[in-house]
């Protein structure tokens, strides 16, 4: 297998994905220009709309048909890793704020679904950390800790007060601590509303060169229309060769399961989103249809080879989900898809400029809550582009293991 995506991803199979947005067929002068049409390039390009800055958004195939297609849709504000993991790659007041980040773009996409309506099946959820191993109750009480000491709504649960039915030995509650949505409708809501702002969106328009110019950049795009553009914005997700030759993170495949509707989710209190301890970790939610999705089972990239491997997974994370949720009598799998997943030493992802090139700016999402960053990234980038510099804009700057 090859690619970065694979299998039949549930969002574009249950949606109708007949969106289709036009190619590029003249040359475009604009004050940015975004590469990549997934989720990401999409919130770019509706936080370019808000500032009133000028956007060319451009996708090499169709919209959220990437990553996008794929992702889980799991909006938590919490990191791979747990704290006590993650010191020897930053701080624990960083680790502390990129909580508040989190949960603060949370509330930007909370805020997206009050003023434009919820088109997206957004629904703000509990998120659980859990684990059934004793051996593991200590990490789950050490991350606890540090959560509550740091100010966060957390709530510490075990075999005593566990009112899930699956087993459970430890367990972290963070309090509306994360939210679920229909990544493709997301998406396509998002370019809506920047389109309407003036925003310009195409898709099988390919970036094939950038040319870099005293101010700005020209890219150069499938069938030889240019863009010029005083700022480039990668937003190309896990693929970016044509920007540069530094190596962003580690590749991964992660794979997912999504079942048919079941008559009732049984077991599961308030459709929590849930993740348990193991490394690599299980993440699971539920749909607004009914569906159950689990995903994990996460192997090296370069590891794929046969969809022998991909079945093996799926099956796994079958029989998971079904040992979990035994009130649940009718799960039935009906999509199995898998895809690249990046991530970097402190689960962080990348936004701000280039090394090399100033006008050329990163927004990508490593890390499990790549679409929170992207938030963060697409209000940072539209800040930036009248000089005003984001504080927290360091924590993910792209030259931070630089020697
Ligand atoms: C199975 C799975 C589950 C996941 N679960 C979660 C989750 O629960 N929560 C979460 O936050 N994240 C999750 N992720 C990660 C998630 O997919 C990302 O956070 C997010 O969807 C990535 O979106 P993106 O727009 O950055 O990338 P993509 O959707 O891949 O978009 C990048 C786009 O750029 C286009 N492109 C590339 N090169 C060019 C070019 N030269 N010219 C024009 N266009 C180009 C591509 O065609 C692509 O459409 C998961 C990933 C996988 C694989």
Redesign the pocket.
């Known amino acids: 297998m090859q690619g970065?995506?694979k299998g039949k991803p549930l969002f574009t199979s249950i949606n109708n994905t007949n969106n289709q947005y036009s190619y590029l067929t003249e040359d475009l002068e604009t004050d940015v220009v975004i590469?990549?049409?997934?989720?990401?390039?999409?919130i770019c390009s509706y936080y370019m709309s808000k500032s009133n800055i000028k956007s060319v958004l451009?996708?090499?195939?169709?919209?959220?048909?990437?990553?996008?297609?794929?992702?889980?849709?799991?909006?938590?504000y919490e990191l791979d890793e747990n704290a006590s993991e993650l010191i020897e790659s930053i701080s624990s007041k960083d680790i502390v704020r990129l909580y508040e980040l989190g949960l603060y773009a949370l509330k930007e996409i909370e805020k997206f679904v009050d003023e434009y309506g919820n088109k997206c099946d957004y629904i703000k959820r509990d998120t659980l950390l859990y684990t059934s191993k004793n051996l593991e109750k200590n990490s789950i009480k050490e991350e606890y800790k540090f959560r509550k000491e740091n100010g966060l709504d957390v709530e510490y649960i075990d075999e005593s007060n566990n009112l899930y039915g699956f087993d459970l030995k430890a367990g972290l509650l963070a309090k509306k601590g994360g939210a679920e949505i229909d990544?493709y409708k997301f998406t396509n809501h998002l370019l809506e509303v920047s389109i309407k702002e003036g925003g310009l969106v195409y898709e099988n328009?390919?970036?094939?060169k950038i040319e870099y110019i005293n101010e700005g950049a020209i890219v150069h795009t499938s069938y030889g229309y240019k863009i010029k553009a005083k700022k480039v914005i990668v937003?190309?997700?896990?693929?970016t060769s044509?920007f540069t030759n530094k190596n962003f993170g580690s590749k991964y495949?992660?794979?997912?399961i999504a079942t048919k509707p079941v008559k009732e989710i049984r077991g599961w209190k308030e459709g929590v989103l849930i993740r348990d301890n193991s490394d690599p970790y299980n993440?699971i939610r539920t749909t607004k249809d009914n569906r159950l999705i689990i995903?994990g089972e996460d192997i090296d990239f370069k590891e794929i080879e046969s969809e022998e491997i991909a079945f093996e997974k799926y099956s796994i994370l079958e029989q998971r989900i079904k040992s979990m949720f035994k009130e649940i009598d009718d799960i039935e799998v009906e999509y199995k898809?898998?895809?690249?997943?990046e991530t970097t030493k402190d689960n962080v992802g990348y936004i701000g400029p280039d090394k090399k090139h100033n006008d050329l700016w990163y927004c990508?999402?490593y890390g499990?809550?790549?679409?929170?960053?992207?938030i963060l990234g697409g209000m940072m980038l539209s800040k930036l582009y009248y000089n005003e510099k984001d504080d927290d804009m360091k924590l993910f700057d792209v030259n931070r293991f630089d020697n």
Request: hydrophobic fraction near 35%; proline fraction near 2%.
């Open positions: 970065y995506v590469i990549g049409g997934g989720v990401t390039g999409s451009i996708e090499k195939g169709r919209i959220a048909h990437g990553s996008t297609s794929v992702t889980t849709s799991l909006l938590q990544p328009t390919e970036a094939k937003a190309t997700g896990y693929n044509l495949t992660t794979f997912n993440y995903g898809y898998c895809g690249c997943f990508l999402g499990a809550n790549g679409i929170l960053f992207a």
